[in-house]
């Protein structure tokens, strides 16, 4: 069946960055849009990333210039590449396949002031 699998997250300080991954089994991101949201408490879930089959990213305003998500189709990972981190992008990561609309578990990212 198809997974995906979230890793990366940690407690870094405000300022610094953070390289998520996420492999896939079971599915070919090649061919399938990825993305990353996140949740923070007391919050929607929001997108944060997204990148197309034909390599089109999307940002919102929030992270955009500093985030930066990309995927290596033989690894059949994505990548969310987060810099300049400020204690607002603290929240629990989570790796999604449009197609199909398959989630991650998650990984949490925390940002100290």
């Known amino acids: 069946q198809v997974r995906l699998v979230e890793s990366g997250g940690g407690l870094v300080q405000a300022g610094g960055s953070l390289r998520l991954s996420c492999t896939a089994s079971?599915?070919?991101?090649?061919?399938?849009?990825m993305a990353w949201y996140r949740q923070a408490p007391g919050e929607q879930r929001e997108l944060v990333a997204s990148i197309s089959s034909g390599g089109s990213t999307n940002y919102p305003d929030s992270v955009k210039d500093r985030f930066t998500i990309s995927r290596d189709n033989a690894k059949n990972t994505v990548y969310l590449q987060m810099n300049s981190l400020k204690p607002g992008d603290t929240a629990v990561y989570y790796c999604?396949?449009?197609?199909?609309?398959?989630w991650g578990q998650g990984t949490q990212v925390t940002v100290s002031s």
């Open positions: 079971g599915m070919n991101i090649r061919i399938n849009t």
């Open positions: 999604n396949a449009r197609v199909g609309r398959y």
